[in-house]
């Protein structure tokens, strides 16, 4: 991976961090991205627990989607998600950190495949994703410049 990928890879990964306002609601912080990878981290707060005092799914949900999309979006050109399954292996609660992390699995001019681990601080595995996207004709320059 050459010196200005890498960067264009982390400057998508900033500029997505800072605009994806879900993401932001939850406090998710981009810890690391290169093409292809990312890890994003968050401490669950009570605000994002469901009735009987477990994390919500749709909150480890969306952690790992955002995830997903940074390492998925990090080669440049604009990947939109096609299909996503997640598993639930363990709960996590209150005051947990969860990670997620990012990997590609395969990458084709159109469409990418890859799976994100959700651990606990523990590093107890919470949530087990994958997703394909699409990648279309328009880049995240294009995004990054509308600004």
């Not at 605000?47 to 799914?57: A, E, F, I, K």
């Not at 998600?81 to 990012?102: F, H, M």
Request: proline content about 1%.
């Amino acid at each position: 991976m050459t010196g200005e990928l890498q960067q264009q890879a982390e400057s998508i990964g900033r500029w997505m961090a800072e605009h994806d306002r879900y993401a932001r609601l939850l406090g998710m912080e981009l810890e690391a991205v290169k093409l292809g990878f990312c890890q994003i981290g968050m401490t669950v707060t009570d605000d994002m627990l469901n009735s009987v005092g477990m994390t919500h799914g749709g909150v480890t949900f969306g952690l790992a989607d955002f995830a997903f999309a940074v390492a998925s979006n990090s080669h440049g050109n604009v990947a939109v998600g096609l299909n996503a399954q997640i598993n639930y292996p363990a709960a996590s609660q209150k005051g947990d950190r969860l990670t997620a992390v990012a990997r590609e699995e395969n990458k084709t001019g159109r469409t990418g495949l890859y799976t994100i681990e959700v651990r606990r601080q523990t590093g107890e595995l919470v949530a087990l994703f994958t997703g394909t996207v699409f990648r279309r004709s328009d880049t995240m320059i294009d995004w990054m410049n509308r600004d």
